[in-house]
């Protein structure tokens, strides 16, 4: 189960000098393109206010601190009559948990939860409790192990429910997560490794991937809560605690507690696996105190505390400065901020709580600490996951192709679909089409049939010269003559010419509209075929890096292959046909069997046929998308 790793944020990433290669080889193309601003957030900060202990309750300490659910005031009174001098003051938080708040209320309420579940999503996580010596730090994160567990505790149990969870789903994707834990504290300047104690005074490294990260700490990789709390409780018990005036189980030490999860997902449809690395770390900080009042044993031990606060407290104003420059922050000036640098103004998600005592003994702590902590609000992270670089620019390149086949898609429905536009739709109805063409035609043959059955055969057939000169006798042989003449040079004739007029009207309507759309279409193709030269030499360029790259699995090589071959046919097969070799696909079914349609004259007696309009476009291989050339070279 133990495991010893190199780094402090150790995670199975490739050699960092070879990452290093991977990013300079890897195009800072358009895919990249991140807004800093919108990504920014402030870290989390909530309060929370122990009730008074036996002592200062036996010594009649007022409480010196209002709060609401989201807010702390200094009871001007009662702090005044003290003399400290300090002002009265409002403070906003994000939460703030009173006296009788209990441990759930804090894990549940302060959206930790939250925290949790970005961790498991592969971002770094921070949370920690600032706060004077018996102020409730420890009591928030470790608890009271035997009836009151502390955030430590939940979010273990929190974790395996929330990795049950999503690896039950696995619908897209089949996801696995390793979890490891490890412990360290740092005592008077030096690191030492909680898991394993004869491991002390670790060195504090920098690399340009992780930052700043403990050399040869133990990792231990943990398969369940049970494994997760054995390591966390040994990690607890190997803290340094020692006994004072306000706290009889001080803190000696600042702990930091760090649960790993890589998280691997493989695509199900093509089997591509991508990890992603997050973390958790709960940091319990010691707490600032008056030598005086604590009557703390070692000097040293509490000069050395409050000197890694004092840098910490430097590091936190100077992060929160509104100075438009960038001040200097000591972050080099303390193991404790280096380890920290990562959650304050870094790519971490964090989440301080401050721990105060509401007694008006210690009011100037107090408000100290919610000064830094409405500090520390003040201070932006900008929080990204942790994907190995060549392994997201995949993802990316797998994004880009997914993107382009819907394109595609999309391209082709428009452009051979038997669905007329909205535009084209709105003509046609516009139109009155049917009516027009069917519904008239109909409607008055019924209309005569019904009165004169011997006028329908008369009336409704096609009017050649040759025949109607034939009609007019058999019209009069039948005297129906009156009745004929009448609808020959009637209304109804008439009628029938301005429909048919409009018809034609339409028609060039149509072909007007259906052009512009081809024209529209056409100028679609350079783009797109821009998109996808751009996407060959970005595949071009993966080759090289994946040629180059030792320990590049040869199967993911092949997928990318496969990829350009699956593009590459898609693309064979994405020839536009003519949209409208047969404008009956944008007309509704039923004219395609009606007689009537086949042949319209327009206005100048020319016969036009509906499947003529489509002449006006040219070959159809002109749609067709050219086959990018540097496929062969996949
Ligand atoms: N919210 C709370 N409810 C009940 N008891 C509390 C609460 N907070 C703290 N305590 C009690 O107060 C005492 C001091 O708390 P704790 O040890 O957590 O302080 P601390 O801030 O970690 O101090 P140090 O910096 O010295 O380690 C403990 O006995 C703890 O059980």
């Not at 309060?47 to 709060?67: T, W």
């Not at 009271?144 to 969870?165: C, K, T, V, W």
């Not at 606060?309 to 929160?320: E, Q, R």
């Not at 080759?543 to 898609?570: A, C, G, H, Q």
Request: net charge negative; with cysteine.
């Amino acid at each position: 189960m133990f495991s010893n790793s190199p780094n402090f944020n150790h995670h199975p990433h490739p050699p960092e000098n070879e990452v290093g290669d991977h990013q300079q080889e890897i195009p800072n193309n358009d895919f990249d393109d991140i807004d800093i601003e919108a990504k920014k957030e402030p870290i989390k900060v909530c309060i929370r206010i122990r009730p008074l202990n036996a002592k200062e309750k036996k010594r009649g300490d007022e409480l010196v601190v209002d709060f609401d659910d989201f807010s702390i005031g200094f009871n001007p009174k009662i702090y005044k009559s003290k003399g400290s001098g300090v002002r009265e003051k409002a403070f906003t938080f994000d939460c703030c948990f009173g006296p009788n708040s209990t441990q759930d209320d804090v894990f549940s309420e302060s959206g930790l939860t939250t925290l949790l579940k970005y961790a498991i999503d592969g971002y770094s996580s921070t949370i920690f409790a600032y706060g004077q010596t018996g102020s409730g730090k420890t009591y928030t994160i470790i608890g009271n192990e035997e009836d009151s567990p502390g955030i430590l505790q939940r979010a273990s149990m929190f974790i395996f429910d929330y990795i049950a969870h999503i690896t039950a789903k696995q619908e897209e994707a089949q996801i696995s997560i390793k979890t490891r834990a490890s412990c360290l504290e740092i005592y008077q300047e030096t690191v030492n490794d909680l898991l394993n104690t004869s491991s002390k005074n670790l060195p504090v490294r920098w690399s340009n991937r992780d930052g700043f990260f403990v050399e040869n700490l133990c990792v231990v990789e943990v398969d369940n809560l049970q494994e997760l709390m054995t390591v966390l409780n040994e990690g607890i018990s190997n803290r340094k605690v020692a006994s004072h005036e306000l706290n009889k189980d001080s803190s000696r030490s600042h702990s930091i507690f760090t649960i790993q999860f890589e998280v691997t997902t493989s695509d199900v449809n093509d089997g591509f696996e991508s990890k992603k690395y997050g973390s958790i770390r709960f940091v319990d900080l010691a707490g600032s105190e008056k030598l005086k009042v604590s009557k703390s044993k070692s000097v040293y031990e509490t000069s050395s505390i409050n000197k890694s606060l004092l840098t910490l407290g430097k590091v936190i104003s100077a992060l929160s400065s509104p100075k438009k420059e960038t001040p200097y922050v000591p972050f080099r000036d303390s193991k404790l901020t280096k380890l920290l640098m990562d959650s304050l103004g870094g790519e971490a998600k964090t989440m301080m709580i401050g721990c105060i005592t509401p007694s008006s003994h210690y009011a100037e702590e107090t408000h100290r600490t919610l000064t830094y902590a409405s500090r520390v609000k003040k201070i932006k992270n900008i929080p990204v996951t942790k994907i190995d670089p060549k392994e997201k620019y995949i993802m990316k390149l797998k994004e880009e192709i997914k993107s382009l086949r819907d394109e595609l898609a999309v391209y082709k429905t428009k452009s051979v679909s038997s669905t007329p536009s909205t535009k084209v739709r709105t003509i046609v109805s516009r139109s009155d089409y049917r009516a027009a063409v069917i519904e008239f035609p109909r409607v008055e043959r019924r209309r005569v049939s019904t009165k004169h059955p011997e006028a329908d055969q008369v009336l409704f057939e096609p009017k050649l010269p040759f025949i109607e000169k034939k009609r007019k006798d058999d019209r009069a042989a039948t005297g129906f003559t009156k009745i004929i003449e009448s609808n020959e040079s009637g209304r109804d004739e008439e009628e029938e010419h301005e429909k048919r007029k409009e018809i034609n009207q339409s028609i060039q309507s149509l072909k007007g509209l259906l052009e512009e759309e081809r024209q529209i279409n056409l100028e679609k193709i350079p783009q797109l075929k821009a998109k996808i030269r751009l996407l060959a030499e970005d595949n071009k360029r993966w080759k090289r890096i994946v040629r180059r790259n030792m320990d590049f699995d040869s199967e993911e090589y092949d997928k990318i292959k496969l990829e350009n071959k699956i593009l590459k046919k898609f693309l064979e097969e994405s020839g536009i046909p003519n949209p409208l070799q047969d404008l009956k696909n944008y007309l509704p079914p039923s004219l395609e069997e009606d007689h009537e349609l086949d042949s319209l004259s327009d206005k100048d007696g020319k016969e036009s046929r509906i499947s003529d309009i489509s002449d006006v476009y040219s070959d159809p291989s002109e749609m067709n998308l050219v086959s990018c050339k540097d496929e062969e070279d996949y």
